[in-house]
């Protein structure tokens, strides 16, 4: 189980590449971006952490209580406390997301109105009417991605892709008996990571040989067609050369009798402790607390008391 | 079995194509102004070609969880941010296998390669048409602007993974083009 | 006596790390001297992760140095004005299983890439797809043949076609014998020997095949953990059989077996690196 980081290379349009050779940042290109820090968080059952990222996805996106949302955001960077991540990380890609957030919100309150009964116009220039409804909703777009980022981040900080996939199969495990693939599924998934590194290896080398033949790999060249024609030199290839290696595992899985999950034994087991219990209860109180603030319609009340406060 | 074994193994090699083109620049075709032609969905098409529509999907679900994980913890642009929902990342990618292999099982018999064409472009609009609407139907963007992405870059992206579908499905089952010989 | 010849590619002090700056770095190579010149036939030998392929992709251009100097033709290439893809076409690299890298459909098309992108005539570039595919036994009129149809030795004799014709001064090969019979051996090193009798050619060949360096190298460099234990004429270094084999590699064929009946007592001579001197010593101690 390797730690790994994930590092993208934003595409700007045009943009040449730095003094270090075209091909190296191939080699930093990896899945995950699990840090084994060795928290409680990490040594969390993969299930738990799956079953409680689940809950906490559709808990955001069924809220519309601003307050409930910042319950769910503190409960979350608590997590990432405990989870013994820095927060600087966490916060990296909303550092980026913010500005994209903050426009969408802005498109959404001004294009579509909320037209309930009960909003009370805020701000009306002709066409443009901001209610404070819609100001509302577009508060909650951004905490909700938020909060989805941030629980996405812990979850991927602590738990590494091989546990993920272990869990998903563990817990789709009693939907096998009606029929559904859940262990052809994640051994597929399996597949895709592992094979990943060994892709990256293939396309390094291909790219490396093409340009030996003097094919210019430099993104300096705006051409959409001259651009087609260097990549098509090395797509094709790729795709051959991995559906050469999937006909080669084939016959390796088969030799050594894969038939197929049914049956088979698992070499890794996951055994539920009692602290695993008792993170799941937490956290599934947290975000029903959540939940139940939620219904309460406590917004107003809170509103009001801030505006107390304040004046 | 023997079929078994290789359908899951060509969806997670498949899968990982998918992820790589995502995650290197190498998925992404500039094209005018800084947007870009995305062949992410091409090995969906192709493993849906070679093996069926289940494999597709299963592809089309890898592909459509990597745009969802990407899109919250290494967002590359603005987009990223609705791909965050999964109806928006996952269920239309979900499609665009099975589609893509429909097109090519009824247009085979009367050509191979003219049929690899439409099965490319078919997989590629349905993932242009299934997004942005889903973009649409929960007013992300509006309609108008909606059209206009899905022209400017829809069709040329569908041409592209025609094209692209093609080269390698052909490539792999060494089947003959029309040209005779090289043009050297 | 011959003034000494600029070589073709001279490295000094070459250091190259992989994944600088993360926990997974990797020191690939260690201050390494290296040099070609004109008319040398040089073989670069080494256990598996020794950096060998990592040296030869600086041979190029296709890595630039972390720290050190590569020089090709005189220039260094760590000047970013030198313009890449116009180095890559006078040094010819040959990968590893090159079949893996062909894409056109016809023979012809994928021999013809690298001159194409020289952005070279029709005329020219179809006279130096004709050269290069009879050099290695491929006729012409094999250039319009489905790739899909050749046989391995095909394939990759198609891929050392298409750099050879970019008309490169220096062709550096990586294990360009793996996984050939021995008639597709033979005719390759047959093919890379006409190919370096012009005046002015060179050749570097990165193997674990060492009767391939034995039959093929003027001198040879040792590559361990990404330094440069060993150097020197291919008879200096091959004499040096036990140090050869403590550190993971073969000898040739020839070496071992006089190595072996040495062990047994007779006087032979452990100096015999090709096969037929091997004979000659065995006919010297037959003859009494």
Not at chain 1, 54 to 62: G, P, Q, R, S
Not at chain 1, 114 to 129: E, I, N, P, S
Not at chain 1, 241 to 265: F, I
Not at chain 2, 25 to 48: D, E, K, Q, S, Y
């Amino acid at each position: 189980m390797r730690s790994v980081t994930w590092r993208l290379r934003r595409r700007l349009g045009g943009c040449c590449v730095a003094e270090r050779s075209e091909f190296e940042f191939f080699a930093k290109l990896s899945i995950g971006q699990y840090i084994p820090t060795g928290s409680v968080v990490h040594r969390l059952d993969p299930r738990v952490k799956l079953i409680l990222g689940l809950f906490l996805v559709i808990a955001a996106i069924m809220i519309s209580s601003i307050v409930s949302a910042l319950i769910l955001t503190v409960a979350v960077i608590l997590g990432l406390r405990l989870a013994r991540v820095q927060l600087r990380l966490a916060f990296a890609p909303l550092k980026i997301m913010i500005i994209f957030l903050f426009i969408l919100a802005l498109i959404q309150l001004l294009t579509i109105p909320q037209l309930k009964t009960d909003a009370t116009v805020v701000f009306q220039r002709g066409v443009l009417k901001i209610t404070d409804r819609s100001i509302v909703s577009a508060i909650l777009l951004m905490v909700r991605f938020v909060v989805i980022v941030l629980g996405l981040s812990l979850f991927s900080f602590s738990t590494s892709s091989s546990e993920v996939i272990h869990g998903i199969e563990h817990l789709l495990r009693p939907l096998q008996r009606i029929g559904f693939p859940a262990h052809e599924l994640t051994l597929a998934a399996h597949i895709s990571l592992h094979f990943f590194p060994i892709l990256v290896g293939e396309a390094e080398q291909l790219m490396m040989a093409q340009a030996a033949r003097g094919a210019d790999f430099g993104y300096r060249k705006w051409n959409f067609l001259r651009k087609l024609r260097k990549m098509l030199p090395l797509l094709v290839p790729l795709f051959i050369v991995s559906l050469k290696h999937a006909q080669n595992m084939t016959r390796a899985m088969e030799s050594r009798c894969y038939s197929g999950g049914a049956g088979r034994t698992h070499y890794v087991r996951l055994h539920a402790q009692p602290a695993d219990y008792l993170g799941l209860f937490l956290g599934c109180g947290v975000i029903s607390s959540a939940m139940v603030v939620n219904l309460l319609h406590v917004d107003g009340t809170v509103w009001g008391l801030l505006r107390e406060l304040v004046m | 079995m023997n079929e078994k074994v290789r359908k899951i193994v060509v969806s997670g090699v498949m899968g990982a194509i998918s992820i790589f083109l995502g995650a290197s620049h190498l998925g992404f075709i500039p094209w005018f102004a800084g947007a870009a032609l995305t062949i992410m969905h091409v090995p969906v098409i192709i493993g849906a070609v070679l093996e069926g529509p289940l494999v597709g999907a299963v592809i089309g679900l890898i592909f459509g969880l990597f745009s969802l994980l990407q899109g919250a913890i290494a967002p590359t642009g603005p987009a990223d941010v609705w791909f965050v929902n999964p109806l928006i990342s996952i269920l239309p990618r979900l499609a665009i296998g099975p589609i893509a292999w429909l097109v090519y099982r009824i247009a085979r018999p009367l050509k191979e390669l003219p049929s690899l064409a439409l099965s490319g472009i078919a997989g590629s609009l349905t993932n242009t048409i299934l997004v942005l609407g889903a973009l649409g139907l929960f007013r992300y963007l509006p309609w108008e602007l909606i059209g206009t992405i899905a022209v400017v870059n829809g069709l040329p992206e569908a041409a592209l993974s025609a094209i692209l579908t093609t080269a390698v499905v052909a490539a792999w089952k060494g089947i003959q083009t029309r040209r005779r010989g090289s043009s050297v | 006596m011959n003034p000494p010849l600029t070589p073709i590619v001279e490295v000094r002090k070459l250091s190259h790390s992989y994944l600088v700056g993360t926990e997974l770095r990797v020191d690939s190579l260690r201050e390494v001297d290296f040099a070609v010149s004109p008319g040398e036939t040089v073989g670069l030998i080494g256990p598996a992760g020794s950096g060998k392929s990592t040296l030869l992709h600086h041979l190029n251009g296709l890595i630039r140095p972390l720290s050190g100097e590569v020089r090709v033709l005189g220039v260094s290439i760590s000047q970013s004005s030198m313009r890449m893809p116009m180095v890559r076409t006078r040094i010819g690299l040959l990968f590893q299983n090159p079949e893996n890298q062909l894409f056109e459909q016809f023979v012809g098309d994928d021999v013809a890439f690298g001159p194409r992108n020289m952005g070279l005539s029709p005329e020219e570039v179809r006279r130096r797809v004709r050269t290069a595919m009879e050099l290695v036994g491929l006729p012409f009129s094999h250039k319009d043949r489905q790739i899909t149809t050749l046989s391995l030795g095909e394939k990759r004799r198609a891929a050392l076609a298409g750099v050879l014709a970019l008309e490169p001064e220096l062709l550096v090969l990586d294990e360009p014998t793996a996984s050939l019979d021995p008639e597709g051996r033979k005719r390759l090193l047959r093919t890379l020997g006409e190919w370096r009798s012009v005046e002015g050619r060179a050749l570097v060949i990165a193997s674990h095949n060492m009767d391939d360096i034995v039959e093929m190298a003027d001198r040879v460099y040792v590559l361990i953990k990404g330094s440069v234990v060993l150097s020197g004429t291919t008879r200096d270094v091959f004499t040096r059989a036990d140090f050869l084999l403590g550190n993971g590699l073969g000898v040739p064929a020839a070496t071992a077996l006089m190595h072996d009946l040495s062990n047994r007592g007779y006087g032979v001579s452990l100096n015999a690196l090709s096969d037929l001197e091997a004979a000659k010593e065995i006919g010297r101690l037959l003859r009494g």
